[in-house]
């Protein structure tokens, strides 16, 4: 196959000069437009009002919520791959690892559990003939069968991003090694993207760029936006942008969090851009980051979408496990959830299914 076609996964974190980005870039049907400016305030006010986590129940939403110990990435409605989090019936990382690579096949043995609207990523019939865990180089082996090999050329990229970012989810696994049929793969089976080194997150997610911005120059930034099923039920989106190169990637990932998604039929602001940054403050792994927004005055619940999207968008940031979101130089400070988000916080649970 020829090299030429296929990025070297490693490449994402010098100059991420990519080739292939995701080919379903939003859809039509049921798309929400991006609100104008003189009503961003209201979306974020009522968001919460429309918020409910993807699962069959609250009371079973709530257990499974303080429960999940697995995370899988699959594509939404628009062709995006989201964050699902399960709680389930696994005491190990490989026992998870393997339920998690069942889970993006598509029309296997747990397709009853993917909520409606998400489909799986992996070919039909794809089974995980076997999973090898290596702690030492937090390295987890997964060979799969020759199944695998059925995908649309198109869908490449995004089956390597699903299967990476779902595992590296996991406790201890970094990266990630791919074997098909008894044979360990150094490109894909189909368009040859090359796998000459083992993937991990620096390979990015949904990976989108300005139209300003120029491949060869550029650094990736990781942002979660917002997003909304068919009926309502809001969720979380992680993006991999890229953008002009910066001496303060934390800096420059919460302003391209204000300057909101690119494409706005399949995701919504989570940060108005009447939002400023007064102070940005790391210390050991917690990184405070304090927002100035007039429409907010102490006292006021702050919308817990945005509290969450900054915490998950500056956890992706290395080495940062704890988050503490002031507004308006408050760190006391309640969600629209009725959660006390006073304390710094860690990454949260995201886009909950149900108890598998």
């Known amino acids: 196959m020829m090299r030429t076609r296929g990025l070297r996964q490693g490449a994402l974190a010098v100059v991420l000069t990519l080739p292939f980005l995701l ?3 939003g859809g039509s049907d049921g798309a929400i437009d991006q609100p104008p400016a003189d009503v961003e305030a209201q979306m974020l006010a009522s968001a919460e009002a429309k918020t409910s986590l993807l699962g069959t129940s609250p009371s079973l939403q709530d257990e499974a919520q303080l429960n999940a110990n697995m995370t899988v990435f699959i594509q939404d409605r628009h062709g995006y791959l989201a964050p699902i989090s399960y709680q389930w019936d696994a005491d190990n990382t490989k026992s998870l690892a393997q339920a998690s690579m069942e889970l993006l096949v598509e029309g296997g043995m747990h397709k009853d559990k993917l909520p409606s609207g998400f489909t799986a990523t992996l070919p039909k019939g794809t089974t995980v003939t076997n999973l090898t865990l290596k702690p030492d180089q937090k390295l987890a082996i997964v060979e799969l069968s020759k199944q695998f090999a059925s995908y649309e050329p198109a869908q490449e990229r995004k089956i390597l991003e699903s299967i990476t970012w779902t595992l590296t989810s996991l406790p201890d696994i970094e990266n990630v090694q791919l074997w098909m049929d008894s044979q360990k793969l150094n490109e894909m089976p189909v368009d040859g993207m090359p796998l000459d080194v083992p993937l ?33 039920k809001s969720y979380f989106v992680p993006v991999t942008r890229l953008i002009e190169p910066s001496d303060d990637p934390i800096q420059a990932a919460l302003e391209q969090m204000i300057e909101g998604p690119l494409d706005k039929k399949a995701m919504a602001m989570t940060i108005t851009k009447e939002t400023k940054i007064n102070e940005i403050v ?16 102490e006292g006021d619940p702050i919308p817990a979408e945005l509290v969450k999207a900054v915490v998950l968008s500056m956890t992706e940031q290395k080495g940062i496990a704890k988050v503490q979101v002031k507004m308006n130089g408050m760190a006391d400070i309640q969600g629209t959830d009725k959660k006390d988000y006073s304390e710094p916080v860690a990454r949260p649970v995201v886009n909950l299914a149900w108890k598998g």
Not at 203 to 210: L, T, Y
């Open 23 to 25: 080919s379903a870039c």
């Open 200 to 232: 991990n997150r620096q390979f990015g997610i949904n990976v989108e760029k300005p139209d300003t911005v120029n491949y060869l120059h550029s650094m990736p930034v990781a942002l979660y936006f917002s997003s909304y099923s068919e009926d309502g």
């Open 282 to 297: 790391r210390s050991g792994d917690t990184l405070t980051v304090d927002l100035a927004d007039s429409m907010f005055t």
